[in-house]
């Protein structure tokens, strides 16, 4: 399964920008998927999940600015954030676990990362 990040770039303080995530793998499922950060010199850092019953969970950090939405039959995720700060600037980086049946209709359960998207947010 690979994941296709796009939405990534540079804005102003206040601005917004939104990120999408798609799994390329044809009937994959999410259980949960979600966006973790790294920012130059500190460890990655989750943001926001969102479980295929749709729940969402935000760090404290990003709460009340970014929103998670997803839609599982496209195994797709959105991270929506406005307001957005200096200090969100970072690498993000999609994350998901699911399952996805082969061509022996096994299931086939996994954990997955994409290639990362830079937020740049500066004046």
């Known amino acids: 399964v690979t994941l296709v990040e796009s939405g990534g770039g540079a804005v102003q303080p206040g601005g917004s920008l939104r990120l999408t995530c798609a799994a390329s793998r044809r009937g994959f499922r999410f259980n949960t998927m979600g966006w973790y950060r790294q920012a130059p010199g500190k460890e990655r850092e989750w943001v926001a999940d969102?479980?295929?019953?749709?729940?969402?969970n935000y760090a404290d950090s990003v709460k009340g600015r970014f929103t998670i939405s997803g839609d599982n039959a496209k195994s797709t995720v959105y991270l929506q954030m406005n307001r957005l700060k200096p200090e969100d600037t970072a690498v993000y980086y999609c994350?998901?676990?699911?399952?996805?049946?082969?061509?022996?209709?096994?299931?086939?359960?996994?954990?997955?990362w994409g290639q990362g998207t830079q937020v740049t947010v500066s004046s």
């Open positions: 969102i479980s295929s019953g749709g729940n969402t």
């Open positions: 994350n998901t676990d699911g399952l996805y049946y082969n061509a022996n209709g096994a299931p086939v359960v996994g954990r997955y």
